[in-house]
């Protein structure tokens, strides 16, 4: 048989991210590369009183089709945990916000609309913009964030720009205050769109992070939300909050993908969460996620004194970016550190440009603190040998 692939197909291409974490799952290695939560918080028991709630009170409505915008009450309990006015009927309940980035991705690019990402940028979203072929364009970015100048400079003609304000993937890094009055003014005056995604802005271990970007311009912006960090990752729930300007056709182009989010774990998350749930779950995440954090910058103070690494002390989420000494290309570090145990991302991929070599990512949430104190220093020791 020949199958003729469409010309989109091509830029599909399997995560580098993928790739690399093959290597990282053999067994006896510590693996602070993955991006995932930590089973410690999934709330296995309050999962299990809901089913069997759910499927006692409402069972064939739960196992029905239903609405595309998503369950109504949940709807209605996403807009009021915002902070900002938002009504329910801009909420669009998504397979996970993956899914918002896949949404806003059709409806806002064509094939070669400029699309400005932060440097780096998370790379499930060039994944996600890929297939409608963009021009990435890669915009200057510091440890407050992206560059309201450089943003400006080459925000002519763009679709949008995609922003990580909280606890960012990869680096950790939160936008400052007034870094956000100086990208919303700067993207204000060039009409340019945002897309915001903040999957770990709940996550805050000291204090919460300044608002939203979309708080101060609804109007010009899609925000996407995420019950993957807060709650379990496997129920594939996510939101995207959207303007009237754009949510009918995000709306419409859901509907072509799946009709709906699974209405059974829509009516899940609800039913765990409809008394107050997640006030007294996601502080339980912050204190264990902090205490990680904690022990991991403990361990690379102690393990990586003497070496040129840099790295930065996240305000909150999963992760930690560390920056290499002079000549460590981290791809080539990473087989060697695989043989003394420890797995990390390398940066490069999350450069939607050329990437910096040095660079990595750390988790701190997976692995306990007994094993973060050996994975750093076996990563310690990888590096010292490299150079
Ligand atoms: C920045 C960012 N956006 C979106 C996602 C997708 O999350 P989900 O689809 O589980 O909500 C992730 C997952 O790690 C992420 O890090």
């Known amino acids: 048989m020949n199958w003729t692939l469409a010309a989109r197909a091509a830029k599909m291409n399997p995560s580098a991210l993928r790739e690399i974490l093959k290597l990282t799952e053999r067994p006896g290695i510590i693996s602070l590369a993955g991006g995932l939560p930590s089973p ?8 299990a009183d809901a089913c069997a709630r759910l499927l006692r009170d409402d069972g064939p409505a739960a196992l029905q089709y239903a609405a595309s915008e998503g369950y109504g009450p949940l709807r209605e309990a996403v807009a009021a945990m915002l902070p900002w006015a938002v009504e329910p009927a ?3 309940i998504t397979t996970g916000s993956q899914q918002g980035l896949d949404l806003a991705a059709k409806v806002l690019i064509d094939a070669g609309s400029r699309v400005l990402v932060e440097t780096p940028t998370y790379l499930g979203a060039l994944q996600a913009f890929a297939p409608m072929e963009p021009q990435p364009v890669a915009v200057a970015s510091d440890d407050e964030g992206v560059v309201a100048e450089d943003m400006a400079a080459k925000a002519a003609g763009a679709r949008f720009i995609y922003l990580l304000p909280n606890f960012q993937n990869p680096t950790g890094r939160t936008m400052s205050a007034a870094r956000r009055v100086a990208v919303l003014d700067a993207a204000a005056r060039a009409g340019l769109p945002i897309i915001e995604d903040n999957p770990y802005g709940e996550l805050w271990f000291d204090q919460p992070p300044p608002p939203p970007l979309t708080a101060r311009n609804p109007q010009g912006a899609i925000y996407l939300g995420s019950f993957s960090k807060i709650l379990a990752p496997g129920l594939r729930l996510g939101f995207l909050v959207a ?28 039913e765990v969460m409809k008394d107050g749930f997640l006030d007294r779950h996601v502080p339980a995440i912050r204190a264990l996620y902090k205490q990680q954090r904690d022990a991991m910058l403990a361990a690379l103070a102690r393990e990586m004194a003497g070496l040129d690494v840099r790295w930065n002390a996240p305000a909150g989420g999963m992760f930690l970016w560390l920056r290499m000494p002079e000549g460590i290309d981290t791809a080539r570090l990473l087989p060697q550190a695989v043989e003394r145990g420890v797995a990390f991302v390398p940066g490069a991929p999350f450069y939607s440009g050329a990437g910096d070599a040095r660079t990595m990512r750390l988790s701190f949430v997976t692995a306990s603190v007994d094993q973060i104190n050996h994975a750093i220093a076996a990563l310690a020791r990888t590096v010292r040998q490299a150079l």
């Open 243 to 270: 303007p009237k300007a754009v949510y009918p056709k995000l709306l419409q182009a859901k509907q072509a993908v799946d009709l709906h989010t699974p209405i059974f774990n829509q009516r899940m998350a609800y």
């Open 90 to 92: 801009q909420v669009l």
């Open 40 to 47: 410690k918080t999934f709330p296995v028991q309050a999962f």
